[in-house]
T-cell receptor
Framework: DAGVIQSPRHEVTEMGQEVTLRCKPI?????LFWYRQTMMRGLELLIY????????DSGMPEDRFSAKMPNASFSTLKIQPSEPRDSAVYFC?????????????FGDGTRLSIL | AQTVTQSQPEMSVQEAETVTLSCTYD???????LFWYKQPPSRQMILVIR??????QNATENRFSVNFQKAAKSFSLKISDSQLGDTAMYFC????????FGAGTTVTVRA
C-alpha cells in the first residue's frame, strides 16, 4: 500500500511568494497532521484534521499559514506571504484514529527554503 | 503542554554493540502512549517501537527494546547488535491527544 505522499519534496522560493505544500494521506485514515521540523524548535505540530475538519490549529504560527482538507484524500498547507524564517522541513502524517494505539504514519517531508 | 526530554544529543556505538538512549517525560495523565521514531539521513520518520502506559511489560521489536519506568516517567530505548543502518536521529514521543517530540538523539554506528 502507498504511504503518505507529500509534494513537492523540495521547494525553493523567494521571500514574499506564496507556497503550497500538498499531502495525500493513507486511504482509510481519518486523521491528518501537519508538522514542522527546524533545528531550533524540533518537531512541532501545526494543525490536525479529523474527517476533513480542522480540530486543533493552535500550533499554526501566524495568519500567514493556512491549511485545508477539501476531501479525505488531499490536504494543503499554504504560506502567504512566505518569509525566510519559514524555512524548515514540513511533514504530513496520517493515522486511522486519533487514539495512541494507532501510530501516525509520516510522509517523506517537504524541505522548504525561503530565500 | 507535555514535555519530553532527551538528554543525549549524540551517541556513538561500534557495530554489533548495544546502545541505550534515554528519554524522560512529564505528565499528569494516567494513560498515554510513548513512541520511539527513527529519522535516517533520508529524512523519513519511521516508527520503531511503542508502549502503552497501562502495560507493565516492556515492548520489544526485534533488536529494539524499551525500559519503561512509569513512576520515574522514563522511557529508554535499547538497540542491540547495532547495525550500520541504525545510524539515524531517534526521537522519543509522548501521546495523549497529540504527539509531543523530544529534541532527538543522533546515533552513529561505527564500522
Amino acid at each position: 500500500d502507498a504511504g503518505v505522499i507529500q509534494s513537492p519534496r523540495h521547494e525553493v522560493t523567494e521571500m514574499g511568494q506564496e507556497v503550497t505544500l500538498r499531502c495525500k494521506p493513507i486511504s482509510g485514515h481519518d486523521y491528518l497532521f501537519w508538522y514542522r521540523q527546524t533545528m531550533m524548535r524540533g518537531l512541532e505540530l501545526l494543525i490536525y484534521f479529523n474527517n476533513n475538519v480542522p480540530i486543533d490549529d493552535s500550533g499554526m504560527p501566524e495568519d500567514r499559514f493556512s491549511a485545508k482538507m477539501p476531501n479525505a484524500s488531499f490536504s494543503t498547507l499554504k504560506i502567504q506571504p512566505s518569509e525566510p524564517r519559514d524555512s524548515a522541513v514540513y511533514f504530513c502524517a496520517s493515522s486511522v484514529t486519533g487514539e495512541g494505539n494507532q501510530p501516525q504514519h509520516f510522509g517523506d517531508g517537504t524541505r522548504l527554503s525561503i530565500l | 503542554a507535555q514535555t519530553v526530554t532527551q538528554s543525549q544529543p549524540e551517541m556513538s556505538v561500534q557495530e554489533a554493540e548495544t546502545v541505550t538512549l534515554s528519554c524522560t517525560y512529564d505528565t499528569s495523565e494516567s494513560n498515554y502512549y510513548l513512541f520511539w521514531y527513527k529519522q535516517p539521513p533520508s529524512r523519513q520518520m519511521i516508527l520503531v517501537i511503542r508502549q502503552e502506559a497501562y502495560k507493565q511489560q516492556n515492548a520489544t521489536e526485534n533488536r529494539f527494546s524499551v525500559n519503561f519506568q512509569k513512576a520515574a516517567k522514563s522511557f529508554s530505548l535499547k538497540i542491540s547488535d547495532s547495525q550500520l543502518g541504525d545510524t539515524a536521529m531517534y526521537f522519543c514521543a509522548f501521546y495523549d491527544y497529540k504527539l509531543s517530540f523530544g529534541a532527538g538523539t543522533t546515533v552513529t554506528v561505527r564500522a
